[in-house]
């Protein structure tokens, strides 16, 4: 199993980032796609997950209305949109794959395979 998380970058704030996750070995049907991150000195956090499996999408509170998660175009890639960004949303994202069962998608625990991170740096 492979994810490789890509699409990060320096934008201004008010700017947007398209992030991929793609996902090679497991199937997008069965498997929840979520995305974390972890800003510098602090612990990393879930920022949204899909999970086709139950049809269920979550966000976090600091991203809800800016942010939206989907199944890409490409078979077997998870899109994270990411508008309005701040420089709050300063951190290296991850991107994570697990069978979830339930609602605790913000569990790093939940996830039995990761990608690299992507670096996003919201600054002017």
């Known amino acids: 199993v492979q994810l490789q998380a890509s699409g990060g970058g320096l934008v201004q704030p008010g700017g947007s980032l398209r992030l991929s996750c793609n996902v090679a070995?497991?199937?997008?049907?069965?498997?929840?796609i979520a995305w974390f991150r972890q800003a510098p000195g602090k612990e990393r956090e879930g920022v949204s997950c899909?999970?086709?499996?139950?049809?269920?999408?979550y966000y976090a509170d600091s991203v809800k209305g800016r942010f939206a998660i989907a199944r890409g175009s490409a078979k077997n890639t998870v899109v994270l949109q990411m508008n309005r960004l701040k420089p709050e949303d300063t951190a290296v994202y991850y991107c994570?794959?697990?069978?979830?069962?339930?609602?605790?998608?913000?569990?790093?625990?939940?996830?039995?395979?990761w990608g690299q991170g992507t670096q996003v740096t919201v600054s002017s």
């Open positions: 070995g497991l199937s997008l049907d069965d498997y929840a």
């Open positions: 899909i999970n086709d499996a139950d049809g269920n999408i």
């Open positions: 994570g794959a697990g069978l979830l069962y339930g609602d605790s998608w913000y569990n790093e625990w939940e996830y039995d395979y």
